[in-house]
């Protein structure tokens, strides 16, 4: 993006702010849109199977947290993960926009469908009431349907980015194949894969709220609860074998990534740490579904929360990794995470990078003497910035404290090197490269002489 | 720095995307749907928008008068105007896509440049929204809990409208950035451009336009229950206020939309004029000023016939699409030229990085270089593993030199271990080494042979 202005996000930068958007959308477009949608409509079938009225009106309240939550924070959190994009990475969201453009126009159109039958579900239950319930369902069915639509089109563009298979028929000038570039070999089982980790996800997600709605009704909370946690043990085995599948078509550069991604290089020689995180979140949601299933009178609510938060954690954290074993590359192969295409790279290097920062000013797009810390700093911004700040979170003032000038210019030079293969390289030329390194030490010499001006006088 | 707002000069430009438009190769057919759906779905979007504004206001409003007078209609009709404003929030964001998606297509360099330099303040358009959805269904949900309290409960409403009435300057900040690349410079930020005389009066025009929109709404849908018998005092309550709000912000409209429209760059305003978009703006005018004498005539009747309230909607109906296309027609003309300088740069851009490429592409690369040349095997091996990151043979980098460490004297066993779990305590005026799992096995043992000779 080194001809894009570049804006400020202090302290949290620039990943953080994304992941808090994408996570929350996942959560909810998951918990409550694609596998609530489905729960809700089974347990308000079930209801008016067996008759059961306190069931139907048990789901009414459900359906009232999933509305809210689908609607106010699902919804526009969607819309969320592009704005964010738009603004952190604009070279990779528009690219992807080229590809997949007719794609997304038609999961629009389905979002009008799920939409218009969600808001038909939610505003005429009370209308329709109880005689009027196989009115009802039919729109539930419907908006359960498009959900699900919505997610297939979706997890073809994350399948894409990761796995874009042979996307390209030739590269000057570059021309997708959009057909292939739909059939990704990740598609279909992050598909499957998702689908069943919603469905059981959202069976959770209305055991959580069961507990809470049937305070005054342990009969109806023993019904309900059993029918939710068959749900969830039901949906495992197919979201585990799907998950395996899915797990064979990623790259072997991204697998070998995964443990990075999961821990930070400071913890990655502790695998374990992970592995227990991960298989502890997973044994704590079995035992409660479990115990929800043979005995729902028992389930103190400490467990019911701690299954929600180890679901929570789950998401997070494999949302987490696969965002960054495709580093370094925002779309896999072609587009690295700042945005500049590995086609660029020679011309780059050849004439520099600040020739295109449209967004610099022009006194600093030639380097000198004097001027070479300031555009060591727009480098910094230009290439550096998507995944470090400076002072907050993944500090570059924290990777490169305690070296000398030289030394960081000698790193600068290795960024995309087996020790860090999830950095794209540093594009531009040497000259470039000494200002970047002139900058990033004088950010820590600062520190350094500010540290012993204040021990000074401390004393 | 010297503006250039009102000519045709364009100082800081990003290149276009490098892929084709989605198009299939057919854009002759194509390029126009994509400037039809622009144009329609982003109608639908604002009326969506228009009567969400409205209505979330004139809820507080009627919620309040109701309070202070003791009457039940008006309560009651500020219970009525939440359902419009659930159903446009949801609808009306959901219609902004399919406008997001095509801008972001055929102008993307434009509208995401515009979208960066008003940020972090731009995601206010999601984070201001989340809290205001939520905020609107607390006002809703809660009108039977909290009937007697009911200065909290419109304290609630006002919040929610507020919320609501804080989105439009980020947008139009943007938008109005957007169309406008000759005002852009390096330290062009929002707070520059939210207080720009062309975003303050398309603004205005903006929110009169709203409410003028939402009070035809008002209308509608109070005469649609007066014809059902439904509600009839509330109905009246709708009528009158309907007719009252498309008529005052109408008029003043006329004045401030014509001020409006001389904020845009000259050399814009010129190219629009002679695109003939002038003629759309004629016809806006004249639609408008026929639904505005139709209300105008029935002012004070009450039992203002359905028809005429049909024939004045469409009148404004057809106002809106022609606004629409005047909108259009403006930001065509305005990047235009800015579009053309883009095409030309990219190109440049394009041609000197394939030449590049194949250059490069007919070098050996580095590693074949380290193959090629009579490296030792270690030497090629550590070049290979990323080691050379960090360290040389002889000279202190980011870590120790590999001859410093051979003095350290350790077993090729040790260096094997140490290199899949580095001990930083061992050298402690070095930052951390990342313990470099990658390795194989077998190259771990012969770099760390290596090292151990260098002795």
Known sequence: MIDYPVFEMPVLGHRLIFAIDAILHVLISHGAAVGGSVVLVLSQWWA????????????????????????????????????????????????????????????????????????????????????????????????????????????????????????????????????????????????????????????????????????????????????????????????????????????????????????????????????????????????????????????????????????????????????????????????????????????????????????????????TEENKVKVGEYLFKLECRVCHSVNGINAITKKVKGLDETAIYYRIGTLNSPATPFMPPFVGTDEERKALAAYLASLVQDKNTQVAKDNKGGQ | MASNFNNPVFPSLPN????????????????????????????????????????????????????????????????????????????????????????????????????????????????????????????????????NSKALHITIGAIAAILFLSLPPVFMSTVQLYITPSSWAPNTHFWDVVTRPDVIFRLAHFYLGAFAVNGMFMLLYGVYKRDKGQDLEAAKILIRQGKAWFVVPTVLNLFVGTLAFFQFPNYGIEAFYSNGFVIFIIISVFSVLVALGMLIKEFLNDSIPTKVVYISALFLLVTLGSMGITRHGMRISLLEPAIAQMQKQTQEYITAVQKDYEEAKSKPSVVDVAEASHLSEGEKLIAKNGCTACHSKEQKLVGPSFKEISIRGYTAEKIVSLIYNPEPSNWPEYSPMPPMANVPKEEAMKIAQWISNLK
């Open chain 1, 48 to 367: 008016i199977k067996n008759n059961d009225q306190k069931m139907y009106d048990l789901t009414y309240k459900i359906l009232f947290v999933l509305f809210i939550a689908a609607t106010a924070i699902g919804a526009l959190t969607g819309i969320g993960i592009w704005i964010h994009a738009n603004i952190i990475d604009p070279p990779a969201i528009g690219s992807l926009l080229r590809v997949f453009f007719w794609k997304w126009f038609v999961e629009w159109i389905v979002f009008n469908v799920e939409l218009i039958f969600l808001l038909l579900w939610f505003l005429t239950w009370k209308q329709l009431g109880w005689e009027g319930r196989h009115k009802n369902i039919k729109f539930g069915i419907v908006y359960a349907i498009a959900s699900w639509l919505t997610m297939v089109i979706i997890t073809a563009i994350l399948g894409f980015m990761l796995t874009p298979g042979n996307w390209l028929t030739s590269i000057f000038p570059t021309q997708p194949d959009y057909v292939a570039s739909l059939f990704n070999p990740s598609w279909i089982p992050s598909l499957m894969f998702r689908t069943f980790f919603a469905i059981g996800f959202a069976a959770a997600v209305s055991m959580y709220w069961t507990w809470w709605f049937t305070k005054d009704d342990i009969q109806l909370r023993e019904r309900a609860e059993k029918f939710f946690s068959k749900i969830t043990l039901l949906s495992i085995p197919p979201t585990v074998l799907f998950g395996l599948w899915y797990y064979s078509q990623i790259p072997q550069e991204a697998k070998a990534l995964m443990f990075v991604a999961g821990l930070t290089t400071k913890y990655v020689g502790h695998k374990e740490m992970l592995i227990f995180a991960l298989l502890g979140a997973f044994a704590l949601i079995m035992l409660a579904v479990f115990l929800f299933y043979v005995k729902p009178r028992g389930v103190p609510f400490v467990l019911a929360s701690l299954m929600m938060v180890s679901y929570v954690f789950l998401v997070a954290e494999f949302e987490r990794i696969r965002e960054f074993v495709r580093k370094p590359y925002i779309v896999y192969g072609y587009m690295y995470a700042h945005g500049i295409r590995e086609l660029d790279v020679a011309h780059l290097n050849n004439v520099g990078v600040l020739k295109y920062a449209q967004f610099v000013p022009v006194q600093y797009r030639t380097v």
């Open chain 2, 16 to 147: 276009d995307i490098p892929l084709p438009l989605p198009t299939g190769g057919m854009d002759v057919l194509l390029v126009p749907v994509f400037h039809i759906l622009l144009v329609v779905s982003f109608l639908v979007h604002i009326v969506f928008i228009n009567v969400l504004l409205g209505s979330s206001v004139l809820s507080v409003i009627n919620n309040w008068i109701g309070h202070l007078r003791g009457d039940k209609n008006y309560d009651r009709v500020a219970y009525l105007l939440t359902t419009p404003v659930t159903i446009s929030e949801n609808m009306g964001a959901l219609w902004g896509v399919a406008p997001l998606l095509i801008v972001s297509v055929m102008y993307t360099a434009f509208f995401y440049s515009a979208s960066v330099m008003n940020s972090p303040q731009w995601l206010h358009i999601i984070w201001g929204n989340v809290v205001a959805f939520l905020t609107s269904y607390l006002y809703k949900f809660s009108w039977h809990k909290l009937e």
